[in-house]
């Protein structure tokens, strides 16, 4: 066994090995092999005396001026990346984040306070510092902990930090070399693969505890090409909550496989028109404007703080009776897969629009206790760093009963949108604006030819019940390289859609429709 260490000298002995090995190996999982293979429950124990009793310490100093409820939540993440340009990997970096955050909640009220260091001194002064937000008697925590019962969504077969660089380097140059291959129009390619590794343990004032091994990577290609003087981009990754099995040479292929046939059709792509028009979004990827532009306003703080306009809509209509969202921890390998949440509660399937009716909010324990329910499992954080809030998981609209065919057949003429990204959105009024980087004209109901460069607008609430039709073809986004962005923090998502049509939604274009 490894001998325990303060965060300080974890970090110098990091830094000292690191630089010996210089070069590429700067990345930390080089060295840390025998510390991130300590696989199982114990983790936090066994690496850094973390123990139930200086967990009881922790949560009683911070609940010693009074409160509702404390708890403790302990990180140690290993993070890697690679990138290859040019065609050689000329970019490599690993970052180490280890630390707690300890929270005291009284109300909706939270006192907050975080250290890197895991002694037992700084702790304490950390939970001291949480505990101010009271100011009564001092309240006890539960005897001992019970384990969460937690699902196991994202099962690890090989940790990160047991594959050298010399394995992943292959990966990236399989990438460049295939791409390169596919054709001669092709003049640059970028690749980039990135792995996380990250074990948290959260201990609660009511006694439960929880540990989580969460891994997370993508594997990301852009291809620039240029055809008559006309150049061109296009970009795809594929990743989630996987571990590096997933990185197969059936994978690279995909992956290939969508960078140019995105690249191949931008040379095809005509001006698209503007103005208010149908509009049908493709399966899978476009699922982010629900996550947006419908899914933010369905968080239970903004509802709590009436700023969204679904505060008042529980148990009223706000879809036709064949749309059905859910928000679902319980995705395997997804991106926003969580065995349990930030606050140890166990991950669930919840059905947030049931059959077009508006059936509850996503909670975090602050927001459940507000409306005396049973939180949802979606209070979560970016790091030790942050208090959780009611963040969103993997967010999908369930299939309808048309074929996706039917639903282009029913737009007649219009835009099929296939890829959408650098969204602004307002939360409160659920106004969104997304930037369309690939798509087809619709005509007669049939696919036409490919536009891009385009925005589509609207309003998040109005865009659901003007939802007219839906497939039964429901695709998850199968990426790993976003993360949703709320409070100051960011943490990893996933989202989903059927193909459906939107009766009218406002197009940016060059020009006027039938102009």
């Known amino acids: 066994m490894m001998k325990k260490m303060t965060r300080r000298n974890f970090v110098q002995t990091g830094a000292l090995a690191a630089g010996a090995l210089g070069g590429v190996s700067l990345m930390p999982g080089a060295w840390l092999g025998l510390v991130a293979n300590a696989n199982g429950k114990g983790y936090f124990d066994s690496q850094f005396g973390v123990t139930d009793a200086i967990c009881r310490k922790l ?60 002694t037992e001194k700084s702790m304490l002064a950390a ?32 940790l990160f930090t047991t594959v050298p660089v010399s394995t992943k380097l292959p990966v990236v140059q399989s990438v460049n070399d295939k791409i390169f291959a596919k054709s001669k129009l092709v003049t640059k390619v970028s690749c980039t693969f990135h792995d996380q590794q990250k074990r948290i343990l959260v201990v609660t004032s009511d ?24 150049k061109e981009t296009a970009g795809w990754n594929f990743g989630g909550r996987r571990d590096f099995s997933y990185y197969t040479e059936e994978l690279v292929d995909r992956l290939v496989g969508e960078v140019m046939g995105r690249l191949l059709v931008a040379f095809e792509a ?28 369905m968080e239970a703080d903004f509802n709590r703080k009436k700023t969204s306009t679904y505060c008042t809509m529980i148990g009223k209509k706000v879809a036709e009776p064949f749309v059905t969202i859910i928000d679902d921890g319980t995705n395997a390998k997804q991106m926003g897969a969580i065995n349990f949440d930030d606050e140890g509660i166990p991950s669930e399937k919840t059905v947030l629009v049931d059959k077009g009716t508006l059936a509850t909010y996503l909670h975090d324990r602050i927001s459940a206790n507000h409306y005396k329910i049973k939180p949802t499992g979606n209070g979560r954080r970016e790091s030790y760093r942050f208090y959780p809030q009611p963040r969103m998981r993997n967010t999908y609209m369930l299939g309808g009963p048309a074929t996706a065919e039917e639903v282009i057949k029913g737009a007649k003429k219009g835009i099929y949108v296939q890829d959408v990204a650098n969204g602004q959105v307002k939360i409160g009024e659920g106004d969104f604006a997304f930037y369309v980087s690939s798509g087809r004209m619709i005509e007669e109901g049939k696919l036409g030819a490919p536009i891009k460069d385009m925005n589509i607008m609207g309003n998040g609430p109005k865009m659901l019940l003007n939802v007219s039709m839906v497939a039964n073809d429901l695709k998850m986004a199968e990426g790993g390289a976003g993360a949703c962005g709320k409070g100051g923090q960011a943490v990893p998502v996933s989202f989903g859609l059927p193909t459906i049509l939107v009766n009218s939604m406002t197009v940016g274009g060059v020009k006027r429709q039938g102009a």
């Open 59 to 118: 949560l009683e100093t911070a609940l010693s001026k009074g409160g509702d409820f404390a708890d403790l939540y302990f990180e140690h993440t290993i993070s890697n990346y690679l990138g290859l340009e040019d065609g050689q990997v000329n970019r490599a970096s690993g970052d180490i984040d280890l630390g707690v955050g300890i929270r005291t909640v009284k109300g909706d009220q939270v006192g907050y306070a975080f250290t890197q260091d895991l």
């Open 127 to 158: 939970a001291s510092v949480a505990a101010t937000i009271a100011d009564s008697t001092a309240v006890k925590c539960a005897p001992q902990f019970i384990a969460v019962k937690a699902g196991d969504y994202y099962p690890v077969r090989t």
């Open 207 to 230: 006694g439960h505890k929880g540990e989580d091994l969460l891994p997370r990577s993508f594997l990301y290609a852009s291809a620039v090409g240029e055809k008559n003087g006309r």
């Open 270 to 297: 005509v001006q698209a028109p503007a103005g208010e028009m149908p509009v049908v979004l493709a399966p899978g990827v476009t699922g982010i404007l629900l996550h947006e532009a419908i899914g933010h306003g």
